[in-house]
């Protein structure tokens, strides 16, 4: 007899620092879609972010450690641990070799959805998870790339905080209390990210 397949949903991210939008977001569609299992996946080298001096990948997975209750949420290193840029295809294929057979959710924030078409592989993508996306204040959730049987929309409590913020705001030396959890507050602040 077959193992039943888990149904786990995946929340990538650059996670510089993870916040509560990101936790808000996990914790309501693993609600919303009956989920056995929710993974943060944390970005090696993030390609769409060349912008700007990504914080190192260690510190992210700490905080992102830090941040998700071990018992309630996974964390995994799959794209940490892959050298070169992440692409979503493969961490669905890295993820679906560790858990098969397994339905995968991967989860986006509305702005992200839009950039989907340019992603690597987007057609296998689409047969290697189902895309969920999320809404987020002041981002129109426009699911008009997918096709519908592939997309479904989870309307969350709206959390208007991104991870930019937090960093502008640590910068500026202004607290970031309550907008992050409290252990990665901490971490932030002992090891002098973002001044
Ligand atoms: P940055 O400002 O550096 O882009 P971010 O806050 O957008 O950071 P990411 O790590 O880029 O955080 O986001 C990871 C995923 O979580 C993306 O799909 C993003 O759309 C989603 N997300 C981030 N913040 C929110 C939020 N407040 N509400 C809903 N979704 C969010
Ligand atoms: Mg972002």
Do not use: N
Not at 32 to 43: G, H, K, M, Q, S
Not at 112 to 130: I, Y
Request: net charge negative.
């Amino acid at each position: 007899m077959g193992r039943a397949r888990r149904r786990i949903g995946v929340l990538g991210g650059t996670f510089d620092p993870i916040h509560l939008g990101h936790l808000v977001a996990a914790c309501e569609v693993r609600h919303r879609l009956a989920l056995d299992e929710l993974i943060f996946v944390p970005t090696g080298e993030p390609w769409q972010k060349q912008d700007r001096q990504v914080t190192a990948a260690e510190d992210r997975y700490i905080m992102t450690l830090l941040a998700t209750d071990r018992s309630t949420f996974g964390v995994s290193r799959v794209d940490i641990d892959r050298t070169g840029p992440t692409f979503t295809v493969d961490t669905l294929r890295d993820l679906h070799a560790q858990h098969d057979p397994a339905d995968l959710f991967f989860i986006t924030g509305a702005d992200t959805l839009a950039g989907l078409p340019t992603w690597r592989e987007p057609d296998v993508l689409l047969e290697l998870a189902h895309m969920v996306a999320v809404t987020r204040p002041g981002h129109e959730l426009d699911a008009a790339p997918l096709p519908p049987s592939a997309l479904t929309t989870v309307e969350i409590p709206g959390v208007d905080i991104s991870s930019t913020i937090c960093r502008e705001r640590v910068a500026r030396g202004e607290p970031i209390d309550y907008l992050v959890p409290a252990a990665v507050v901490e971490y932030i602040g002992k090891h002098q990210l973002y001044r």
